[in-house]
């Protein structure tokens, strides 16, 4: 299936598609999009598309705006493109105000409501002392470098590989400290390349001269990852607990009055406003930010 979602299969689907729904298409990364979309979306009024990544859906919606299509909006994850200052490529596409949809909900009050449900607010309260600041600051600051690191491979052409990273590797389970040896270990053996200078992963990773937005360059995987390790041990005792577990509860509990104040719904909005179709369920009177 995945496979044959080309960019052309894609716009071709769509085109097919209008013959029997006059509405909107909103064309999404991935199928966690869609899981999270889904719970905002008119679904009388709109109808979802996953594309599966971000190249097909841009390119998808390119053949789109040539052809003239009209009512399709597609949302990408920002991922670098605000850092290395890219412009959206249609004003039919979108995208969301942090990394991804991920970084979005950890920024939000579903964190606090996620770490109300899971943690142990007597561990809580004790790693928060020991470590100077909230939790949240905790996993800007530890998957910052991460961060850096993913943009520093992409711009450089290393080719490091970030999938699969055993975490537990470089955190330690009980206190959450980061041992960059360790990290630097592990993405090293990924990547299949022993080779690789401790020196110029660590100018990459640690650069002493950037103060970027840390929303833009954490990667919200990375950051799920990290509060799913957190929630094993050090602040709570959910052995059990999966990374699918954490993105679930996070997106469970990010409410329509989070997403009233964000600035993905108000570019959504601004859309539907120029191109009259409707995408977005109306905010209950009452609603902050409505």
Known sequence: MRSSRTPHHLANEVRL????????????EGPDDSRFYRRFIQPEQCHIIIAFNKDNLISAISLLDV?????????VDADFDVLELRGLPSVNIVRGECHDVEAMLVRSPALDAVLHEFASPEK??????RFGGPLRSWLV???????????????????LCFDGLRFSRFIDARTLRLDRAALLAEIKNRSQNPALSDDELIAGGWPIDRNDDPWQVCCGHDMVELLCLALRRAIGTRHGLTTDDVARSLRLAYSPEDFSRSELRAAICQWEVNNGFQILKPIPAGTAGS
Do not use: D, I, M, P
């Open 141 to 159: 600051e530890t998957a910052r470098c991460l961060g850096y690191l993913r943009w520093y491979s992409l711009t450089t052409g290393l080719n």
């Open 67 to 75: 052809a003239g299509f009209h009512g399709v909006l597609g949302v």
């Open 17 to 28: 598609k209008r013959t029997q729904h006059s509405g909107s298409f909103l064309l999404l």
């Open 124 to 129: 809580l309260e004790s790693f928060e002392g």
